[in-house]
């Protein structure tokens, strides 16, 4: 063989080596990965029943200062969580010290100290739960037992980014009335033999209280995150306009994804994928309401898109609102880690694991069999959103590896 012939021919296997060496050292990486996902999976569906249980392992240590430890950049609770149970039973029983009107906002609620000095927020029973919100996907009262589901499906999907929430049943007679503020006790009144308050908030008014059965009012309590971590709200970038004939950009401009990538802090970081993961929650809860967000301030686009307010949810399980998806298939991107929980999910594990979850909450049912289906339904929508995204630019475009380190060091 001549030597320009043996040169060629060697330089054809060194080709051929170089790629077989990356194509194999990359399928090495996705499947570490890959089996990375798997255990973590497995992990979180042995952890889902989170008995209620007052006992602590550190005994030192008050259960409001353990989830105060709990909270970093990158998530508000660790994977792995004994404590768990002890910080919801707490929520629940402690002793309310202080009752006041809800911080800003649309929706009536409650804020209220627990012993030991703990900020929750309150949010009462409007609906029954077979209850169907018709109008559009943001109508109506904010809903308490949405919370409750909404923070157990961010457990399931490993997100991590919500408060917890716990149901609770409050007596206003006796534990609320005797602690209110006067701004709130001024909003109490009875309705035939229930006990009632309306509130403040934009749209709390006297003609539309909520009222409990007699005295006794269930609703949720959400875990008021430590005031160490200052929130700085965000204008969400696919908000909608709330205006008859008005769109927003989105809604008209296919490219409008392009724009908001070359806008900070969308134009590096974590944050559009967070928006991603954001508009798969939301679009499996039914929560077409997130007109802005929260996350850790100054944060300069690093910290996590905090999972916040999420009652405007499960209100129609009949009603599959597409449009919450637009972040997804106007971006077509989506994290590798949230696309393999997704896929783990098929088959009815989703409402099978939601339902595990929360069997143990006092207000448990705390969904109805119909919302419960719709998220089986939902999640082969986002597949389908995400196979298309994939047929049109490729899987390595569409999933994006981006595993963010959950120090809590």
Known sequence: MKLKQRVV?????????IFTKVFLLDNLDTSAAHREDQRAFQRMLSGLRVALDPRLEHTLQSPWEIAAQWVVPREVYPEDTPEMGAVMHAMTTKR????????KGTQLKAL???EGGQKVVFKPKRYARDYIVEGEPYAGYDRHNAEVAAFHLDRILGFRRAPLVVGRFVNLRTEIKPVATEQLLGTFMTVGNNTCFYGKC???????PACADGDIMEGSVTLWLPDVWPLQKHRHPWGRTYREGKLARWEYDESYCDAVKKTSPYDSGPRLLDIIDTAVFDYLIGNADRHH?????DDEGASMLILLDNAKSFGNPALDERSILAPLYQCCI?????WNRLNY???GVLKSALKTAMSHDPISPVLSDPHLDALDQRLLSILATVKQCTDQFGPDVVLVEDRMTLSHL
């Open 202 to 208: 934009y749209y709390c008014r006297e003609t539309e």
């Open 345 to 347: 999910l098929k088959n």
């Open 334 to 338: 989506i994290r590798v880690s949230t």
């Open 96 to 103: 309310i010290v202080k009752a006041d009107v809800g911080y």
């Open 293 to 297: 967000y929260e996350s850790f301030q």
């Open 9 to 17: 021919l060697l330089a054809i296997l060194l080709v051929i080596f």
């Open 112 to 114: 209220l100290i627990l």
